[in-house]
């Protein structure tokens, strides 16, 4: 998922991600988005869930894009 989130919230952004047991690593990064999160689940539906009910509800962030990946 590439975040973009408010100005000098990244780390905080990363801590709180890392938090979500389905969140696997998080990247700060420079450019258009802020932050890169991968995250695992397995069923689509699951992924909404995680989209919808953790991760878009934390504080500070403006935007997300989520970038699906199958093996």
Same mark, same amino acid.
Request: proline share 3%; aromatic share 4%.
């Given at each position: *998922?590439?975040? /973009? =989130? ?5 780390? /905080?952004? =990363?801590?709180?991600? &890392?938090?979500?047991?389905?969140? &696997? $690593? =998080? *990247?700060? @990064? +420079?450019? !258009? +988005? $802020?932050?890169?999160? &991968?995250?695992? @689940? $397995? #069923?689509?539906?699951? *992924?909404?869930?995680?989209?919808? /009910? %953790?991760?878009? %509800?934390?504080?500070?962030?403006? /935007? #997300?894009? #989520?970038?699906?990946?199958? !093996?």
């Amino acid at each position: *998922m590439l975040i /973009s =989130c408010e100005i000098g919230e990244e780390q /905080s952004l =990363c801590l709180q991600l &890392k938090n979500i047991p389905e969140v &696997k $690593d =998080c *990247m700060i @990064t +420079y450019g !258009n +988005y $802020d932050v890169v999160a &991968k995250f695992v @689940t $397995d #069923t689509p539906s699951q *992924m909404n869930e995680i989209i919808i /009910s %953790k991760i878009r %509800k934390l504080q500070n962030i403006k /935007s #997300t894009i #989520t970038l699906r990946v199958i !093996n």
